[in-house]
């Protein structure tokens, strides 16, 4: 065991005015399981690559351990897969490689293979196998769920459970709950670190901002009330002076002795109620700065005239003369939110895309209702460039509505003035939800909606959809999320 300890850690981007991180000092020990939570664009990525040594920061960062980062890069995906682990971890034995691959039930043949060869969850687990090989090396895992089926997700998090000396990011619930002992959190104001589960620390989190917000109404009340108080204070000690230079009703001559002392006495109440409102005032100014904003999303569908949107039945669809997938059948029918559930491969894109109108090779019944109109969320985020006054101007969305939905994402007005190529993976993500809410369709279809998306705004979109129950087709692998949202499941 040993500590990597950060202390008074300031960084921000060259040219850029938004600091990342401000007079940050925390300490991390290399046996933990260390969850990393935070919403999308607060530096969980950057920090991970400040201790790699990437970036010049202010401040220091101390530790006894080698830094290695998942997803590792492999430059020659035409090499065997066993030369790429032991291009990582060089003094691997075989037996070693093995029996690490069996802890992720990835048969070892796959050792033989090309790396391109092998399915994205084969890839992650074959590299995190070999990072977890080296010694004295604290691994920082950034998202490596990304692309993986519910079924790979829950081997991985098994895998992490029985390691340790990691920094993990993810932003699927279960999946951290099931193989991390603490939570590193990246807030409004601060960096935390908490002993437990993300489901822990979120009840901590709820608590605190309950005890906040009503610490907060108490001092308003108690700042209003001192404030009427001294209002009453001043203006008695105003009438006080002003007896100072008359004299009584009766006309017998005031004792100024006996008016001193009062105002004397009304100065220094009226001084104690100063020091009272400005020390409730210092109060109230240290809570709410980490309440996150998670305002409801709204979604106006449009109804459709028939119950019944789409029908598919014994629907197999090929590429070239390879089967992709075979006798699928379900209806679409309003009100129904469907996960499309299976392994990466098993055809569940293709039949979105058949549902959205690409031109795909299929045999079977596929019927949908005329004027169908359709918004489509797709996993790729890679086309988007430019600004969003303009994107939205291209997509022909109202443009106030679709800010105002960012707003309550988390986007933060700076986030406007900036190219969308400059954007994290799940502020991308983010940018193709809310056009997707702004459109007016009768069926929305998400392909993986959820990628790169922190777990704050996954829970504001589940609302959403629970609230407002729009007919919505989606594949999604946050387990936790489906089991929220999905009305009815067809696995593939």
Not at 342 to 357: E, Q
Not at 385 to 396: S, W
Request: charged share 30%; hydrophobic share 35%; with cysteine.
């Amino acid at each position: 065991m040993s500590l990597i300890n950060v202390t008074n850690l300031t960084f921000s981007y060259e040219g850029s005015y938004d600091t990342i991180f401000e007079n940050v000092s925390f300490q991390i020990d290399t046996d933990w399981k260390l969850g990393f939570t935070g919403r999308n664009g607060r530096g969980k990525t950057t920090f991970l690559n400040l201790l790699l040594g990437k970036y010049e920061y202010r401040g220091n960062i101390s530790a006894n351990v080698t830094f290695e980062y998942f997803p590792y890069e492999v430059q020659e995906q035409e090499n065997l897969t066993i030369d790429i682990i032991k291009e990582i971890s060089p003094n691997s034995m075989d037996w070693e490689i093995i029996k690490e691959l069996s802890l992720l039930d990835v048969d070892d043949d796959v050792l033989y293979r090309q790396f391109y060869t092998l399915s994205k969850g084969e890839q992650t687990k074959a590299m995190l196998a070999a990072m977890f090989l080296k010694e004295n090396s604290f691994l920082l895992i950034d998202e490596p769920t990304n692309h993986l089926d519910a079924d790979a997700r829950k081997k991985l998090s098994n895998y992490l459970r029985k390691k340790k000396g990691f920094i993990l990011i993810s932003h699927d619930r279960y999946f951290l709950d099931n193989c991390i002992d603490h939570v590193l959190s990246i807030n409004k104001t601060n960096i935390e670190i908490q002993k437990g589960n993300f489901s822990s620390w979120w009840e901590n989190k709820k608590r605190q901002d309950g005890y906040e917000l009503a610490e907060n109404e108490k001092l308003k009340r108690d700042i209003n009330r001192l404030s009427e108080s001294a209002k009453r204070t001043n203006s008695w000690s105003n009438e006080v002076e002003k007896s100072k230079k008359g004299t009584t009703n009766s006309g017998s001559k005031i004792d100024k002795g006996y008016v001193g002392h009062k105002a004397a006495k009304m100065m220094k109440r009226s001084k104690s109620i100063e020091n009272r409102q400005q020390a409730s005032i210092e109060e109230k100014s240290k809570l709410l700065k980490n309440i996150e904003s998670s305002d409801s999303l709204k979604i106006s569908q449009l109804a459709y005239h028939k119950n019944k949107l789409a029908e598919l039945e014994n629907i197999s669809i090929y590429y070239g003369n390879i089967l992709v997938c075979k006798d699928v059948s379900f209806n679409i029918e309003q009100g129904d939110r469907i996960s499309i559930k299976g392994k990466n491969g098993s055809g569940k894109s293709s039949i979105i895309k058949l549902i959205c109108g690409e031109d795909i090779k299929y045999t079977g019944t596929f019927r949908k209702g005329s004027e169908l109109k359709i918004s489509y969320v797709s996993q790729d985020t890679s086309h988007l460039k430019g600004n969003l006054t303009d994107y939205a101007f291209e997509n022909n969305i109202d443009e106030s509505l679709f800010k105002a939905i960012l707003r309550k994402l988390d986007f933060t007005r700076i986030q406007f003035e900036k190219d969308m190529s400059s954007f994290s993976g799940g502020q991308k993500k983010k940018v193709l939800i809310a056009k997707s809410l702004c459109e007016k369709v009768h069926l929305h279809i998400w392909d993986e909606p959820l990628n790169f998306i922190d777990i704050i705004s996954r829970m504001q979109i589940e609302q959403l959809l629970l609230e407002y129950s729009p007919t919505l087709l989606f594949v999604e692998h946050d387990s936790e999320f489906c089991k929220n949202v999905a009305t009815k499941s067809f696995e593939f």
